[in-house]
Structures are given as structure tokens and as C-alpha cells.
């Protein structure tokens, strides 16, 4: 079974930094990408950013130049830095990990459990 564990999160306020952190386990051979979602209240999960293993990225306009997303293949970790919050940011956010080969299994996708980030202005 494949687990994905998200760290990171909480209160900080307008301008400030946050890193999120997420640790995948369950005999993975390789995940092709990963990924942080957000949602927030009222509104549809949307994409944050993402990560293949070969280190290409994509980012939600809205967060361009303020996150980095960064990955380390070793440990079936992706992380997300986040500068320059601004309360629009708040959201429980989410990592996923898509095509995972885990065993004997491919799963399409793995998501982890939210971790919620306020920003106060």
C-alpha cells in the first residue's frame, strides 16, 4: 500500500514563507509525477504545481515566481516552498503522486492528506 505523508502547513502571515513537505512509502520502485493541489473554501481543488522525475515543472499561474516545487527521487519526497503568501493562498493543500510503481502495482494515482495553510493579512 502506498502512503504519501504530508508535513508542513499551519499560520503565517502576509509576505511571509512556508514549506510543505511530502514522503511517499510502500516499496516504491518510481513515480513519474508529483504534485501539490489546493483548495480552498468554496472552491474547487486546483493544481499548484508539479514535478516529473526528470525534474520538469509546472506551476498555477497564480503562484509563478513565489513557489518552488523541488523533489528528491531518493526518498519519493516533493517538497514546496512558498514566499511571499498572500491570504488568497489559504487552503488546505494536497500532494499527489501519479503512476506510481509500488511492488507489484502501478497505481495512477496516490493522494495524501491535506495540510491547511492560513495566511493572515
Known amino acids: 500500500q502506498v502512503q504519501l505523508v504530508v508535513s508542513g502547513g499551519g499560520l503565517v502571515q502576509s509576505g511571509g514563507s512556508l514549506a510543505l513537505s511530502c514522503a511517499a512509502s510502500?516499496?516504491?520502485?518510481?513515480?513519474?509525477?508529483m504534485g501539490w493541489y489546493r483548495q480552498a473554501p468554496g472552491k474547487q481543488r486546483e493544481l499548484v504545481a508539479a514535478?516529473?522525475?526528470?525534474?520538469?515543472?509546472n506551476y498555477a499561474d497564480s503562484v509563478k515566481g513565489r513557489f518552488t516545487i523541488s523533489r528528491d527521487n531518493a526518498k519519493n519526497a516533493v517538497y514546496l516552498q512558498m514566499n511571499s503568501l498572500k491570504p488568497e493562498d489559504t487552503a488546505v493543500y494536497y500532494c499527489?503522486?501519479?503512476?506510481?510503481?509500488?511492488?507489484?502495482?502501478?497505481?495512477?494515482?496516490?493522494w495524501g492528506q491535506g495540510t491547511l495553510v492560513t495566511v493572515s493579512s
Open positions: 510502500g516499496n516504491i520502485f518510481n513515480i513519474n509525477v
Open positions: 514535478i516529473t522525475s526528470g525534474g520538469s515543472t
Open positions: 499527489k503522486a501519479d503512476e506510481v510503481l509500488a511492488g507489484f502495482h502501478r497505481y495512477l494515482e496516490v
